[in-house]
Nanobody, 126 residues
Framework: VQLQASGGGLVQAGGSLRVSCAAS????????MGWFRQAPGKEREFVSG????????SYAGSVKGRFTMSRDNARNTVYLQMTSLKPEDTAVYYC????????????????????WGQGTLVTVSS
């Protein structure tokens, strides 16, 4: 499985941006997809996660109500729609895929993901 993130860029505070993650290869083996981010000088943190089959989508408290994760299984792509962006949202955004269908409470753990995209940089100016 290969994951390719795209769509990052520079946006003003209060603006919106959508990043995408296209999967290729044995995509049917993936059960959970996640978005993480890593800001300069900080550790990587969970942003959002969802099951490829649908159902629950989980968000970090810092983005809940502002970010929406969606999926298009026909295109093997997941999206992260980001609105009301803040300078503290500036980070490299990574998508990740997990083979095992683990409970949503585990989705925040980056060690449960088997595949990672290369990341796309989102910069929010004040």
């Amino acid at each position: 499985v290969q994951l390719q993130a795209s769509g990052g860029g520079l946006v003003q505070a209060g603006g919106s941006l959508r990043v995408s993650c296209a999967a290729s290869g044995r995509t049917s083996a993936l059960n959970v997809m996640g978005w993480f981010r890593q800001a300069p000088g900080k550790e990587r943190e969970f942003v959002s996660g969802t099951r490829r089959s649908g159902g629950t989508t989980s968000y970090a408290g810092s983005v809940k109500g502002r970010f929406t994760m969606s999926r298009d299984n026909a295109r093997n792509t997941v999206y992260l729609q980001m609105t009301s962006l803040k300078p503290e949202d500036t980070a490299v955004y990574y998508c990740a895929g997990a083979l095992l269908n683990r409970p949503s409470g585990m989705w925040t753990r980056d060690d449960m993901y088997d595949y990672w995209g290369q990341g796309t940089l989102v910069t929010v100016s004040s």
